[in-house]
Structure formats: C-alpha cells, structure tokens
C-alpha cells in the first residue's frame, strides 16, 4: 500500500528510521507502518548504504502520513519544525508527553524532544480559547501560567485565566 495523502512530512534520521517508525507508531492509536523500502546496489555507490538496508519507512500516525527517511548523519532535528498533538484532556497530555520524552527531553510551554531529536509541541485543545479570551488580563494570566510549565496542566491553566494563582 502506497501513501495517498496529498502532503506527507518527511523525516530524515541517520540510520534510525525503522525504529522511529515503530517507536511512533506504538504510540499513536490508529497507527501503522505502510511500507519499508531498502536500498539498492546504487544505494551504497552514492550513499554509502549497504544493499538491503532500510531506505524509507512510510507510515500513518492518527490517519497523516509520513515518511522517514535512513539518510546519512548530514542534517539534524532542530526546533524550526515540531509536530503539535492536539490532547482532548489532561490524560491525553500525560500520555502522550510520559510517552515521548521517554529517553528524550523535556523542554518550556508544552514542548519536548523525543529520543531521536523530533522536536513535538503537547497541546491541550482548550489553549486557543484560554488565550483568546475577551478578557485580556484573563488570557494574560494563563500566558504568564504557561511559561513557567514544561508539560501543560490544565488545570493550572484554567485556573491562572480564571484569575487564581498557580
């Protein structure tokens, strides 16, 4: 089966491809590994990759398509692009932030970066309304609240906009 999503981001890992794919894919329900490509003889003449190796492994995280890409240790992750989860409730939050800082590490406002480097952004869904409140002390308040957390609470946050301390 072949990825039809008209835009699939592409992730470039030195060799860890496979593993990521499969470190994602154990996360995210409705998940699943598409298809593995290996390289070829030419493979290993312009890239130095040995024939049989893993090249790309498409797969679906939550229904979007991706790919990773075994490409060399030529570029990086860096926080330039992050992959928003946007979390229903402070369970979701958890889950998915226990998950993936998980050999990785924990960074401000409700951003982390996994074990491969992947920066992610764990976001719960009642952000956008918290800050665009009609209230611009309100939404002050819960700024102020978010900016001295690592992993979004809440409940924390609601209450900041609602006008308790933290």
């Not at 492994?57 to 030529?74: C, D, K, S, W, Y």
């Amino acid at each position: 089966m072949q990825i039809t999503s008209k835009i699939a981001p592409c992730l470039w890992f030195d060799s860890q491809a496979e593993e990521a794919a499969e470190f994602y894919v154990s996360i995210f329900k409705d998940s699943r590994i598409v298809k593995t490509t290996h390289y070829t003889k030419a493979g290993q003449e312009v890239h130095g990759r040995p024939p049989g190796s893993v090249m790309t492994v498409a797969f679906e995280l939550a229904g979007q398509a991706f790919t990773a890409l075994n490409g060399g240790p030529i570029f990086k992750f860096n926080e330039a692009v992050s992959l928003q989860i946007q979390c229903e409730d402070q369970a979701e939050v958890d889950y998915f932030w226990t998950r993936l800082t998980k050999g990785g590490e924990e960074s401000q406002c409700g951003w982390l970066k996994d074990k491969f480097g992947l920066s992610w952004q764990v976001v719960p869904t009642i952000l956008p309304r918290i800050f665009s409140d009609s209230n611009p002390e309100s939404a002050g308040r819960a700024m102020h609240a978010m900016l001295g957390m690592k992993k979004l609470n809440i409940a924390e946050l609601e209450r900041a906009a609602a006008g308790g301390s933290r």
